[in-house]
C-alpha cells in the first residue's frame, strides 16, 4: 500500500500558533503605522488653520477675536441674542470655505444660522478621535446639535478664562460664561481675546514660544470625570460656530491653590484644558505656524507660560 503523507494534528495546531503569535506580533505595528498616518493629517489640519490665521492677520492687521458677544455668557448670547460667533467662523473664507462664509447672516446669532454652523468641516476634526459628531458626542454640542463639531480650539489664556456652573446644559453657565478678569489678565492674556483681535506687535513673547492652537479634549458624562471634577468641570463643550470654551483652551496651572478645579497641563480630564486621543501628549500650532508635538507629562508651569502672549516668561516648547 502507498503511504498517504499529511499534517497530524500536534502539527497543525503548532502551526496554527505560530500563525497567531506573528499575528500578535504584527498587529501593534499596524496600530502604530496608523496612528503615525493619522498624526501626520492632524499636523496638517493644524498647520492649515494656523495659516489661515495668519491670512485673517494679514488681511486685517489683526488676529480673529476669540469671539463676538455682546454679553460674557456667550453661549446665551449665541442662543437668544443677536452675536455669539467664534474665531474660528471668521477663518473660514482662509480655509478654502468662502462659500460657506458667505452663507453667515452677521445680523443674526448662531442658532438663527444653524443650516451653516450644522456643517461638518473635515479640517475641524482629528482622524485620531473621529470624523464627525458621534451619537456619544451630542451632548456635548451647542443646542445638542449632531454636526459642525471640532477638535481644535485657540489658546485664550494661561489664567482660568470661564466659569464652571452646576450643569452642563446648553442654556446654563458651565463654560458658557467668561471670566472676564481672567481671560485678559495682565502677562497671562493669551492671543485671542472677547471681541478684541491682537496685533503681531502684542506677541511679546516671542511667536516661536507662544501657543495659538491646540486640540482639545472631549470629555462627556459617561467618562466619569466628574466624580473628579464637579460642577460640571469635567465636561467639554463642542462646535466650531459659537464662541467660547466648545473651541478654545488655557493653560492655567492650579499653583496658588485659588482654583482647585484645574490641575493644568494635558489630558487633566478639565474641561478647559487641551488634549487628544494621540499617546503620550497632543499636538500644538505655535504663533510662528510650526506644530509641534507637547508630551502630556509637560512641567505644568512651563505649559502655563507657553500660553501667556507676553508674560515675560523664557518659555521653550522642549524637544
Known amino acids: 500500500m502507498r503511504k498517504r503523507i499529511a499534517f ?117 476634526y482629528c482622524p485620531s478621535l473621529r470624523g464627525e459628531v458621534r451619537p456619544q458626542d451630542v451632548s456635548m454640542m451647542f443646542l445638542q446639535w449632531t454636526a459642525g463639531g471640532t477638535d481644535y480650539g485657540a489658546c485664550a489664556a494661561a489664567t482660568n478664562t470661564y466659569h464652571n456652573g452646576s450643569t452642563p446644559v446648553a442654556g446654563n453657565a458651565c463654560g458658557h460664561s467668561m471670566n472676564p478678569s481672567g481671560f485678559d489678565a495682565p502677562g497671562r492674556a493669551g492671543m485671542f481675546l472677547l471681541n478684541k483681535g491682537i496685533a503681531w506687535a502684542n506677541i511679546k513673547d516671542g511667536a516661536s514660544n507662544t501657543l495659538m492652537l491646540g486640540e482639545l479634549q472631549r470629555l462627556r458624562l459617561d467618562d466619569g470625570a466628574e466624580a473628579t471634577f464637579p460642577n460640571c468641570a469635567g465636561h467639554s463643550h463642542d462646535g466650531w460656530a459659537v464662541g467660547g470654551v466648545s473651541n478654545t483652551f488655557n493653560t492655567h496651572a492650579n499653583l496658588d491653590g485659588l482654583d482647585y478645579h484645574n490641575p493644568g497641563g494635558i489630558n487633566n480630564g478639565f474641561f478647559e484644558s487641551a488634549g487628544s486621543e494621540h499617546p503620550g501628549g497632543a499636538m500644538f500650532c505655535l504663533a510662528d505656524g510650526s506644530v509641534r508635538f507637547i508630551n502630556e507629562n509637560v512641567d505644568t508651569l512651563l505649559f502655563q507660560y507657553l500660553g501667556s502672549r507676553a508674560g515675560g516668561e523664557a518659555a521653550q516648547i522642549p524637544n
Not at 71 to 90: D, H, K, P, R, Y
Not at 97 to 104: E, G, I, P, R, S
Open 8 to 124: 497530524t494534528l500536534v502539527e497543525l495546531l503548532v502551526v496554527i500558533a505560530i500563525i497567531g503569535i506573528l499575528i500578535a506580533l504584527l498587529l501593534p505595528a499596524v496600530q502604530s503605522a496608523r496612528e503615525a498616518a493619522r498624526r501626520v493629517q492632524c499636523t496638517n489640519n493644524l498647520r492649515q488653520v494656523g495659516l489661515a490665521l495668519h491670512g485673517y492677520a494679514n488681511a486685517h492687521g489683526v488676529f480673529p477675536p476669540n469671539a463676538i458677544s455682546s454679553n460674557a455668557n456667550i453661549w446665551s448670547v449665541a442662543e437668544s441674542g443677536n452675536s455669539g460667533q467664534s474665531w474660528m467662523l471668521l477663518t473660514l473664507p482662509f480655509l478654502e470655505q468662502q462659500n460657506l462664509y458667505d452663507a453667515w447672516d452677521f445680523s443674526k446669532n448662531v442658532k438663527a444660522n444653524q443650516a451653516v454652523a450644522q456643517r461638518d468641516v473635515s479640517g475641524f
